[in-house]
């Protein structure tokens, strides 16, 4: 992948956009809002969890030109979150911690970084594919951590 300026602000965006975000669901109450359906969620798992993942958005960045279909998967995990939120907040018919930052930076950063990438040629279509489903398969992290310690608990 031949990084283009353009791709590089992105992935030096992607980082920052992950910790605003993790600040959001910290500072308005994700834990106590996703302790109502899942018992037994810390604040411990929360910065667990919230930790790797920045990590791997650190990682992505770094990781871009050489790696574009791992680099991909971070916009794509972060697409995918965004999702998850908005669907959140419109079940809740509300606020959902983490829903403005998924809606004013993840989707827009994930749309345009696919879009640039396709458009120059930084990716095929068969790699954003797969991008795509490495990141949703990552999303799935959190879930079945959770549903691990539950299981294991029992």
């Not at 791709?7 to 109502?36: D, M, N, S, Y």
């Not at 998967?73 to 809740?92: D, E, K, W």
């Amino acid at each position: 992948m031949h990084s283009s300026s353009r791709l590089k602000v992105a992935f030096v965006i992607l980082p920052v956009a992950a910790v605003i975000h993790v600040v959001e669901e910290w500072r308005a109450g994700f834990v106590a809002q996703v302790g109502r359906f899942v018992p037994g969620v810390s604040m411990a798992h929360f910065w667990l969890i919230n930790a790797a993942f920045v990590t791997f958005c650190v990682v992505a960045s770094i990781a871009h030109r050489n790696r574009p279909v791992v680099a991909l998967s971070a916009m794509a995990l972060i697409g995918v979150n965004a999702l998850i939120h908005l669907a959140g907040a419109l079940l809740a018919r509300g606020y959902s911690p983490g829903v403005v930052s998924a809606g004013v930076l993840y989707v827009p950063l994930t749309a345009w970084t696919f879009r640039t990438a396709l458009a120059e040629g930084h990716v095929t279509r068969a790699q954003a594919l797969r991008a795509v489903g490495l990141g949703a398969v990552l999303m799935t992290v959190p879930f079945v951590f959770q549903a691990l310690r539950l299981l294991l608990r029992l």
